[in-house]
């Protein structure tokens, strides 16, 4: 073979390389716009069963990632799992089926649930199907049980609707809104952690391969909180009336998530904070730090 011809084949693979990266990146900043809206889906002043536009907004953001773009990526082989090529929306969303189990487990044990009450049945086996091993792709497959949490999720919601109401309403009371803020400052918590990291939990060097999956990790669990905070504020519209410095600071934490859910560098760069180049996860975690400084103030306001 001639050296003329090598050396279009080795072009037109580095070609074809961009292509499929520069797909990907675009790719990637369409797949994480959600498309659904709190305040299309429940208009503000038209009547909602309580718990309704929680359940909505949580049963969109699973059923997004397993049946839009390439689906349910982390159990997925070979490139388009998560060790080649698109491994960065595999990250992301280890990311946010973390921030899902956990916003269902409060949704369950406390949203829903007062003292010796029993557990709605719908929120259990969501609860307990958005549990299955994210890198499981058989017997069962993670999708198969996301999907059927997704189902029972939607049973629920129709089960605010018949007669007589056969699941949970969502309870409205502040103490158990606590909680819920606990649990998401936890997650950001976990996020800031990652985002500052200097070496590995092994004792090794961060190398570019692992900055990646640390901010799309994080960026993951934005994406949960952010759109879930939306549905918090429609929830709780009543703890607004009676203290308006809630709506403030909730809309003040959505600001922040908001932008840390849509960030997408073209490449996750670990810049010094003297360098030329970018430190992407310290920027990321400039806004995940905001909003959980935020929702320590709004824990604050609710424990008044």
């Known amino acids: 073979m001639s050296l003329k011809r090598i050396g279009l084949i080795a072009a037109a693979a580095l070609v074809a390389l961009a292509a499929i990266n520069l797909g990907l990146h675009f790719g990637q900043i369409y797949h994480d716009r959600l498309g659904f809206d709190a305040d299309q889906a429940f208009p503000p002043g038209k009547p909602f069963a309580p718990g309704e ?28 799992g998560p060790l080649l090529m698109a491994d960065n929306n595999a990250s992301r969303q280890i990311g946010i089926i973390m921030a899902v189990r956990e916003t269902t487990r409060v949704f369950k044990d406390d949203l829903t649930k007062i003292s010796s009450n029993e557990y709605d049945p719908n929120l259990v086996v969501a609860d307990t199907d958005f549990r299955n091993d994210a890198e499981k792709w058989m017997l069962p497959s993670a999708e198969h049980k996301y999907a059927d949490g997704v189902a029972h999720l939607h049973l629920y919601i129709a089960g605010l609707h018949s007669t007589p109401p056969t699941s949970r309403e969502l309870n409205q009371r502040n103490v158990e ?4 803020f606990e649990a998401w400052g936890d997650l950001l918590g976990d996020a800031h952690a990652m985002l500052y990291m ?25 994406h949960v909180i952010y759109y879930m905070l939306i549905a918090v504020k429609r929830e ?12 403030q ?8 998530l908001a932008s840390a859910a849509a960030m997408k560098p073209l490449i996750v760069l670990n810049g010094s904070e003297t360098g030329l180049l970018a430190n992407h996860r310290h920027n990321l975690d400039a806004y995940i730090s905001e909003a959980r400084q935020k929702m320590y103030s709004i824990r604050e306001e609710l424990a008044r």
Not at 249 to 256: A, F, H, S, V, Y
């Open 236 to 247: 709780y519209h009543q703890t607004e009336t009676t203290k308006p410095v809630i709506e």
């Open 249 to 256: 600071l909730i809309d003040e934490t959505i600001t922040p």
């Open 198 to 222: 200097t070496q590995r939990p092994d004792g090794g060097p961060i190398r570019p391969w692992n900055d990646d999956d640390y901010f799309y990790h994080a960026q993951g669990y934005a």
């Open 53 to 80: 536009i929680y359940a909505s907004t949580l049963a969109a953001i699973m059923d997004h990632e397993l049946n839009s773009g390439f689906g349910w990526r982390p159990n997925d082989l070979i490139i388009w």
């Open 177 to 180: 809104l606590i909680t819920l």
